[in-house]
T-cell receptor, first 113, second 110 residues
Framework: DGGITQSPKYLFRKEGQNVTLSCEQN?????MYWYRQDPGQGLRLIYY???????QKGDIAEGYSVSREKKESFPLTVTSAQKNPTAFYLC????????????FGEGSRLTVL | EDQVTQSPEALRLQEGESSSLNCSYT??????LFWYRQDPGKGPEFLFT???AGEEKEKERLKATLTKKESFLHITAPKPEDSATYLC???????????FGEGTQLTVNP
């Protein structure tokens, strides 16, 4: 079945450590996105990529980094510079050049101890 | 600046009690409005896309409608399993990003 796979589902991190969240899709979508969701809040865009080897900052990119070496993969690294990293992280994708809906993964919950 | 506002923030209904959720938007040249359902601890699940004023789409107990300034998600005779957060989103003017509202948390009591 086609879809978006995020891993791990739950992750605990000590302060000062970097952590990488995985996002893989087999939908053959060109565009991929990372969102952050905090309790009671909407989705905020961290980074997005419309094509391999290219990506753009979203609204809250500080303290995060991404790479897009393969069409299927868009990993997100939460660095120690991110001041409040505890959140629910969502990866999404869609066909490039199409203003249609995003398809989402099941999310990764990061807790900083 | 593109904006999406959802109301109410939270809605509590009795089973069978119909109601509507609102999504108002300000965007230059609407290129679609999307509704999603999100269960706790899960990613949003796509429900509907509406492209032009007057358009309506239905799925089971849900019906989405669109005007030039807002969209409504009507829930007819809801059941407890309809409890979730409902999100709406519109493409930004560039088309490459979506702006999401903060969602309406719906609770349907048996």
């Amino acid at each position: 079945d086609g879809g978006i796979t995020q891993s791990p589902k739950y992750l605990f991190r000590k302060e000062g450590q970097n952590v990488t969240l995985s996002c893989e899709q087999n939908l053959n979508h060109d565009a991929m996105y990372w969102y952050r969701q905090d309790p009671g809040q909407g989705l905020r865009l961290i980074y997005y990529s419309q094509i391999v080897n290219d990506f753009q900052k979203g609204d809250i990119a500080e303290g995060y980094s991404v790479s897009r070496e393969k069409k299927e993969s868009f990993p997100l690294t939460v660095t120690s510079a991110q001041k409040n990293p505890t959140a629910f992280y969502l990866c999404a994708s869609r066909v490039q050049g199409y203003t249609g809906e995003l398809f989402f993964g099941e999310g990764s919950r990061l807790t900083v101890l | 600046e593109d904006q999406v506002t959802q109301s109410p923030e939270a809605l509590r209904l009795q089973e069978g009690e119909s109601s509507s959720l609102n999504c108002s938007y300000t965007v230059s040249g609407l290129r679609g409005l999307f509704w999603y359902r999100q269960d706790p601890g899960k990613g949003p699940e796509f429900l509907f896309t509406l492209y032009s004023a007057g358009e309506e789409k239905e799925k089971e107990r849900l019906k989405a409608t669109l005007t030039k300034k807002e969209s409504f998600l009507h829930i007819t005779a809801p059941k407890p399993e309809d409890s979730a957060t409902y999100l709406c989103a519109v493409p930004e003017t560039s088309g490459s990003r979506l702006t999401f509202g903060e969602g309406t948390q719906l609770t349907v009591n048996p």
